[in-house]
């Protein structure tokens, strides 16, 4: 089974957000980690899609 990283890059952001909304007045130092945590992980994920892209290969790739 593959990871599934289209998803994680749609949807981290998002989990993210929610985990902000519901810490945001009594964690502040869990907001700033969540909200690095949220941008890093897609685009950590993004620049691993455009190095493991084949630009031989014809079709579609990455695919859910």
Do not use: K, N
């Amino acid at each position: 089974m593959r990871l599934p990283i289209l998803s994680i890059i749609t949807w981290s952001p998002f989990v993210a957000a929610l985990i902000i909304m519901a810490f945001a007045r009594h964690r502040p130092l869990l907001v700033r980690l969540t909200a690095t945590a949220g941008a890093v992980v897609p685009l950590v994920l993004a620049v691993w899609l455009c190095i493991a892209y084949d630009y031989g290969a014809a079709g579609f790739q990455f695919g859910e």
